[in-house]
């Protein structure tokens, strides 16, 4: 059995004990070494420059109680003793250069003694492990066992030890988890581990979090779920504020982000606080941040770093401490690299990504999400709505059929679900409507893959009427394909990459985005101006 050593506060009033009449007062730092079960090997006991005479007491009187305790009387300076920074801080110190030998001696830690800031901060050394060991409470005892020594118990803060209180976690973590699922019991197994890391991440970290995806597999959704489980934990006190990037363009981005000085520029009346600003203390959700202007985003990266930056026409900075969370369908990685997105933010907002996939991409997840989107109209509109079982077969045999694109994602099963909720009669969605749906469906996916395959490509207004002149015909054509290759694509090089797809194999050295630059320099154009909305 390893030999018990106590680091224990000097009780200022309660070990000094009346004087000549200490012994018939409870007096804890004594009392720690007269248990008969107990034998204290050594005893650190930290005092007061001012409590000098008191802690010498203590320790003779150790000494003649029990013999075989060493007492080493640690000076502990402190200014305040009720300043949490102060204490904190001497405790850590003295940890750091105190010589522990967990595998030699075992730990605790008196907490009844002390003020209560230092006993908080002992607590808080034991939790963070800078003192390897458990903690020590001791009680006086009772009145009519006044010459006892009282009580003391251990407390062990490795929680892993505890079955209830552990399982107590992880019922929490699961309610967590299905809170920003809003209750939809998803299948897929992917898409469930990567919420499990998204729910730790919300709870426990202030970085920003990228969340990328196609449109309408639930970003912005997802972020606001984050933001209120965060609210419900106390973890933040200000608000949610969403923007989409994509609608911010010009002079008036940066005005509505960092918020602007009156009369900074034409039409500035008065002063503008600037969304940056309305997130202090919250969440921050920036969709499609791919869409910012270089512009925008060095002054984001400062926001984002230092928590203060320039309102457009100001001269002194503001501050808002904001918790980012952006979402993009593009590739940032792609962008980075072809210079629309600066790479020092990139790296600042790419410590927690998560890739969220389609609906397609989870067709398990398609007949839970149809419950709860029946659920929710039920809700809205007060009146129950359930598919006939033969018509839900029916629907459920298509939606995960490759045949069910849902190029929309969620957005197209939320708009079915509200067709078929509106339409059945009765409450009741039977085979004939699902077959009417289905259809719909056929005919929207089969027209947006054809405006994909043939978009109207106005070369005109690309090139100017005097240009356009001065091409062939083979080379307009060929020229509004590639361009309707690169809009539908993330990036240059994805777009190359398919453009390319046979003769890229045969060459030794690949860079498929140079070689779709080059070929639209012969006309006059780039990357950017082709994806501007």
Same mark, same amino acid.
């Given at each position: 059995?390893?030999?018990?050593?106590?680091?224990?506060f000097?009780?200022?009033?309660?070990?000094?004990?009346?004087?000549?009449?200490?012994?018939?007062k409870?007096?804890?730092?004594?009392?720690?070494?007269?248990?008969?079960?107990?034998?204290?090997?050594?005893?650190e006991?930290?005092?007061p420059?001012s409590?000098?005479?008191?802690?010498?007491?203590?320790k003779g009187?150790?000494?003649?109680?029990?013999?075989?305790?060493?007492?080493?009387?640690?000076?502990?300076?402190?200014?305040?003793?009720?300043?949490?920074?102060e204490?904190?801080?001497?405790?850590?110190?003295?940890?750091?250069?105190?010589?522990?030998?967990?595998?030699?001696?075992?730990?605790?830690?008196?907490?009844?003694?002390?003020?209560?800031?230092?006993?908080?901060?002992?607590?808080?050394?034991?939790?963070?492990?800078?003192?390897?060991?458990v903690?020590?409470?001791?009680a006086?005892?009772?009145?009519?066992?006044?010459?006892?020594?009282?009580?003391?118990?251990l407390i062990?803060?490795?929680?892993?030890?505890?079955?209830?209180?552990?399982?107590?976690?992880?019922?929490?973590?699961?309610?967590?988890?299905?809170?920003?699922?809003?209750?939809?019991a998803?299948?897929?197994?992917?898409?469930?581990?990567l919420?499990?890391?998204?729910?730790?991440?919300?709870?426990?970290?202030?970085?920003?979090?990228?969340l990328?995806?196609?449109?309408?597999?639930?970003?912005?959704?997802?972020?606001?779920?984050?933001?209120?489980l965060?609210?419900?934990r106390?973890?933040?006190?200000?608000?949610?504020?969403?923007v989409?990037?994509?609608?911010?363009?010009?002079?008036?981005?940066?005005?509505?982000?960092?918020?602007h000085?009156?009369?900074?520029?034409t039409?500035a009346?008065?002063?503008?606080?600037?969304?940056?600003?309305?997130?202090h203390?919250?969440?921050l959700?920036?969709?499609?941040?791919?869409e910012?202007?270089l512009?925008?985003?060095?002054?984001?990266?400062?926001?984002?770093?230092?928590?203060?930056?320039?309102?457009?026409?100001?001269?002194?900075?503001?501050?808002s401490?904001?918790? $980012?969370? +952006?979402?993009?369908? !593009?590739?940032?990685?792609? #962008?980075? &690299?072809?210079?629309?997105?600066?790479?020092?933010?990139f *790296?600042?907002?790419?410590?927690?990504?998560?890739?969220?996939p389609?609906?397609?991409?989870?067709p398990?997840?398609?007949?839970?999400?149809?419950?709860?989107?029946?659920?929710?109209?039920?809700?809205e509109?007060?009146?129950?709505?359930?598919?006939?079982?033969?018509?839900?077969k029916?629907?459920v045999?298509?939606?995960?059929?490759?045949?069910?694109s849902?190029?929309?994602?969620?957005?197209? $099963?939320? +708009?079915?679900?509200? !067709?078929?909720?509106?339409? #059945?009669? &009765?409450?009741r969605?039977?085979?004939?409507?699902?077959d *009417?749906?289905?259809?719909?469906?056929?005919?929207?996916?089969?027209?947006?893959?054809?405006?994909?395959?043939?978009p109207?490509?106005?070369?005109?207004?690309?090139?100017?009427?005097?240009?356009?002149?001065?091409?062939?015909?083979?080379?307009?054509?060929?020229?509004?394909a590639v361009?309707?290759?690169?809009?539908?694509?993330?990036?240059?090089?994805d777009?190359?990459?398919?453009?390319?797809?046979?003769?890229?194999?045969?060459?030794?050295?690949?860079?498929? #985005?140079?070689?779709?630059?080059?070929?639209?320099?012969?006309?006059?154009?780039?990357?950017?101006?082709l994806?501007?909305?």
């Open positions: 059995m390893k030999p018990t050593v106590i680091i224990a000097l009780g200022t009033q309660l070990d000094a004990g009346g004087g000549a009449g200490r012994w018939e409870w007096r804890p730092t004594v009392a720690l070494t007269q248990h008969e079960d107990l034998v204290v090997s050594r005893l006991l930290l005092y420059p409590q000098l005479q008191l802690a010498e007491r203590v009187d150790i000494a003649s109680t029990s013999p075989a305790t060493a007492v080493n009387l640690v000076e502990f300076p402190l200014v305040d003793p009720w300043d949490f920074g204490v904190y801080s001497a405790l850590y110190d003295w940890s750091k250069a105190y010589r522990f030998e967990p595998e030699k001696e075992d730990y605790w830690a008196h907490i009844t003694t002390g003020t209560h800031v230092a006993q908080i901060c002992m607590f808080l050394m034991i939790e963070a492990r800078f003192v390897p060991g903690l020590v409470q001791t006086p005892p009772k009145k009519q066992a006044q010459s006892k020594p009282g009580t003391y118990s062990d803060l490795d929680l892993a030890k505890y079955d209830a209180i552990a399982a107590r976690f992880a019922a929490e973590q699961r309610d967590a988890v299905s809170f920003l699922k809003s209750g939809i998803t299948r897929n197994k992917k898409f469930n581990t919420i499990e890391e998204i729910e730790r991440v919300a709870v426990r970290s202030e970085a920003p979090i990228l990328t995806g196609p449109t309408g597999a639930g970003k912005s959704f997802l972020a606001r779920r984050m933001f209120e965060k609210k419900s106390n973890l933040v006190s200000g608000d949610f504020v969403e989409n990037c994509a609608t911010l363009r010009g002079d008036g981005a940066a005005s509505t982000l960092f918020g000085k009156k009369g900074s520029f039409g009346m008065a002063d503008r606080g600037g969304l940056l600003r309305a997130a203390h919250g969440v959700f920036l969709d499609e941040i791919g910012l202007g512009d925008e985003q060095a002054m984001l990266l400062t926001a984002i770093e230092e928590k203060r930056f320039l309102p457009v026409g100001a001269d002194q900075s503001v501050h401490d904001f918790q $980012l969370v +952006a979402g993009t369908n !593009r590739d940032l990685r792609g #962008a980075v &690299s072809e210079g629309s997105f600066r790479e020092d933010l *790296a600042r907002i790419n410590l927690w990504t998560y890739d969220l389609g609906l397609a991409a989870r398990e997840d398609i007949e839970p999400n149809i419950d709860y989107l029946l659920e929710i109209s039920s809700r509109t007060g009146h129950c709505v359930r598919f006939n079982t033969e018509a839900r029916r629907y045999k298509f939606a995960q059929s490759a045949e069910a849902w190029l929309g994602n969620f957005r197209d $099963l939320a +708009a079915s679900m509200t !067709r078929l909720a509106t339409l #059945a009669d &009765s409450g969605i039977g085979e004939a409507l699902v *009417a749906e289905i259809a719909r469906l056929r005919w929207l996916w089969q027209r947006s893959s054809a405006e994909e395959r043939n109207q490509i106005d070369l005109e207004a690309l090139l100017g009427s005097e240009a356009l002149a001065q091409i062939d015909l083979f080379d307009q054509l060929q020229l509004r361009i309707a290759e690169i809009r539908q694509s993330r990036t240059l090089s777009a190359g990459r398919r453009l390319y797809n046979v003769s890229r194999s045969e060459r030794s050295v690949v860079n498929d #985005a140079d070689r779709l630059r080059k070929f639209l320099v012969r006309f006059g154009l780039t990357w950017e101006r994806i501007e909305r």
